[in-house]
């Protein structure tokens, strides 16, 4: 197990407060207040985009939280306008060719590699395997979501427990437009009754934050300014009971999923998910089908004005371009 103050790419944290338990990171930020650790997504210029970076700094955080005894409840949000616009393809952090010491698996470093050998073994780790731990991070994990929450960020927010969305935010898979079958966490059978996956899929539409709560994908929708204090209250609420109960509770609901057969759903889709890359690499001019930020942000906003309910409405024609690059900067390498 790592050190709980550094990443797994062995760079260290700074500026820490030893009093207020503050940590400040490059690509994610740390504090505990309370019973409750803070976890937060830090690249905002890039709509915290995830690059390998930002996962494995992520990880750390979790580590972090899982040690400290005085932890009993984790929240995850992002600094700036967005959630996350999911894994990065496009910003100048873009670091998937950088090998990172791997902690979710024992597959081989990919950095030196090519074709699937290289893909294959770097997605089974930073992308399937990490959501997969974090899924099992024995205290609660409250996801508080605004503006986008796409492809990659919805692999975040779904590892969590709870999710309490801004009546700003919307979430989208738009990743069939690559030809791929949605992210590698592909859970979106378990999060939404299967029709509503499909349409969720086939479309590439936009879900408002109200449409994700009347499927039950969310547990709360709160006015964006107050989505903090609501989300602050939830976790001190669940706070209140005992550490073990809620470590207990979170195991057998998650047990009841995988009988519901979601672990060896991910297994088989994350299998498709790579048979696409492979055809696109033999058929179109790289294994994302030839999309790339530009194509994806066309794509993004050729959509019906107000195919995700009441909410998408609230976006501005700006709003809409910052989050069809959202979509596309935040969307990776597969």
Not at 17 to 43: F, K, M, S
Not at 227 to 240: K, N, Y
Request: overall charge negative; glycine content about 10%; proline content about 5%.
């Amino acid at each position: 197990m790592p050190d709980a103050h550094e990443t797994s790419a062995g760079r260290p944290h700074t500026d820490t407060d030893d009093e207020t338990g503050t940590d400040t990171d490059e690509v994610v930020l740390y504090e505990r207040r309370g019973p409750v650790a803070y976890v937060t997504l830090n690249r905002p210029r890039y709509r915290n985009a995830q690059n390998s970076a930002m996962t494995y700094a992520l990880d750390a955080a979790f580590y972090r939280a899982a040690e400290d005894s005085e932890v009993k409840v984790v929240v995850l949000g992002g600094a700036g306008d967005h959630f996350s616009a999911g894994h990065d393809i496009g910003s100048p952090g873009r670091d998937a060719h950088l090998p990172f010491r791997r902690r979710a698996g024992l597959w081989w470093d990919h950095s030196d590699k090519a074709g699937a050998e290289s893909r294959f073994a770097r997605e089974a780790e930073v992308y399937l395997g990490m959501c997969r731990r974090w899924r099992e991070l024995p205290k609660p994990v409250v996801a508080a979501v605004h503006g986008a929450c796409v492809a990659g960020g919805l692999m975040l927010a779904w590892v969590c427990d709870l999710i309490v969305a801004s009546e700003d935010a919307f979430f989208a898979d738009p990743v069939v437009r690559m030809g791929i079958p949605g992210v590698e966490y592909f859970a979106h059978p378990w999060v939404m009754p299967p029709r509503i996956a499909k349409e969720f899929l086939y479309t590439g539409d936009r879900m408002s934050a109200r449409r994700a709560y009347e499927i039950g994908m969310v547990n709360k929708v709160v006015a964006r300014d107050g989505l903090a204090a609501a989300t602050e209250d939830l976790a001190l609420r669940i706070a209140r009971m005992p550490r073990l109960g809620l470590a207990l509770t979170k195991r057998a609901v998650n047990q009841a999923e995988d009988l519901q057969g979601l672990h060896t759903g991910l297994d088989s889709v994350f299998g498709l998910h790579h048979l696409a890359h492979a055809h696109n690499a033999e058929t179109a001019q790289d294994p994302l089908g030839g999309m790339d930020v530009a194509s994806m942000k066309r794509a993004g906003n050729t959509e019906p004005p107000d195919t995700a309910g009441t909410g998408a409405r609230a976006h501005t024609a700006e709003t809409a371009g910052r989050a069809g690059a959202a979509e596309a900067a935040g969307r990776a390498e597969g």
